[in-house]
Every structure is written in C-alpha cells, then in structure tokens.
C-alpha cells in the first residue's frame, strides 16, 4: 500500500505565498516523477508542474515564473512554492508520483500512479 499526503494548503490573500508539501510512505522500490496537479470547481484536472527523480522541473505556462516543484529523495517528499499567488490559482491541489514497487502476484515490479487526496488552496482578492 502506498500514500500520498499533502498538506500547506489554506486561505491566503492575493499576491502571497503558500508550500505545498506531499510525503510518500508505503511499499515504494523507486519514485519517478513526482507532479502537482488542481482542480477548480467544474473545471478538468489541469497538470501544475512536475520533476523528475534527477531534479528536472517542468511548469505549465500558467505558472512559470511563481511556482518552484523540488523534491527531497531521501524524504520521500515533493515541495511546490507558490509565490505571487492570483485568485485564478484558487483549486485544489493533488500530488501524484509514478512509482515502482514490487508485485507479489505478479511476482515482477511494476510501475503505478499514485494520487494524495488533494489539499484546497484559496486566493482571496
């Protein structure tokens, strides 16, 4: 069984800053890219950023520039700082990583996505 569990999230005014953090636990032989996605009311799930296990951070072009994706290997842990926040960026904010871990039916490693339940992030104008 593998989790994800984010937290940092809340109410901030316009122009201020929030960190998002997200912690893996469980049967996890490896973790590839870790990503942070949202979701505002009645809208799709849109990809925020993602890193890979090296460290290489992509943005979507709606953050670039506000937002800083890092990780922490040894910790499991995957970071976003939101800085220059907008009311736009209200949503809620979901962690998923990419995983290996080993099948015991399968008796073979396999790859997964793994989801957290999403923590709400409110800008307030």
């Known amino acids: 069984q593998v989790q994800l569990v984010e937290s940092g999230g809340g109410l901030v005014q316009a122009g201020g800053s929030l960190r998002l953090s997200c912690d893996a636990s469980g049967s996890i032989f490896r973790i590839n890219a870790m990503s942070w996605y949202r979701q505002a009311p009645g809208k799709q799930r849109d990809l925020v950023a993602t890193i890979s296990s090296g460290g290489f951070a992509n943005y979507a072009d709606f953050v670039k520039g506000r937002f800083t994706i890092s990780r922490d290997n040894a910790k499991n842990t995957v970071y976003l700082q939101m800085n220059s926040l907008k009311p736009e960026d209200t949503a809620v904010y979901y962690c998923?990583?990419?995983?290996?871990?080993?099948?015991?039916?399968?008796?073979?490693?396999?790859?997964?996505?793994?989801w957290g339940q999403g923590t709400q992030v409110t800008v307030s104008s």
């Open positions: 998923n990583a990419n995983i290996m871990q080993y099948d015991y039916q399968l008796r073979d490693y396999v790859r997964r996505d793994v």
